[in-house]
């Protein structure tokens, strides 16, 4: 349990850091699914890890504390954690393949794309 607690802390601490150091190029009026990719694709090197650990941060805690109506959001695969990589390609893909959420908040794109890519068996 120490474990979970020190891994808790330290993602929140990296996700804080990675918003903070963010704010002057993505701030919250901008920060749509369309931005965050942008920044990714577009950006410095920075920019682009800033990036990835945000979707990877959200993909994460995601994958043990979103729930719909007590059910997970989404059922990641058994090979362990997505790379933040990983997750902005999900992204990338999501809304290349659904434009309308591309002005969405990164947020509400990336749920919906990992959800529809990892869908949970029914219960």
């Not at 504390?65 to 007590?70: R, S």
């Not at 954690?81 to 809304?95: E, H, P, R, Y």
């Not at 908040?105 to 949970?120: D, V």
Request: aromatic residues 8%.
């Amino acid at each position: 349990m120490c474990n979970l607690y020190s891994v808790t802390k330290m993602a929140a601490a990296v996700l804080l850091t990675a918003v903070w150091t963010s704010g002057a190029l993505a701030d919250p009026a901008r920060t749509t699914a369309r931005a965050l990719v942008a920044d990714w694709k577009n950006g410095d090197r920075e920019m682009a890890a800033v990036a990835e650990v945000i979707a990877s941060a959200f993909a994460s805690g995601m994958s043990w504390a979103g729930t719909i109506e007590g059910h997970p959001l989404y059922c990641p695969p058994p090979i362990g954690a997505f790379t933040g990589n990983q997750v902005m390609n999900f992204l990338d893909s999501f809304i290349a393949d659904h434009p309308e959420t591309a002005d969405k908040t990164y947020g509400l794109a990336l749920s919906a794309g990992l959800r529809q890519a990892f869908p949970c068996a029914p219960s």
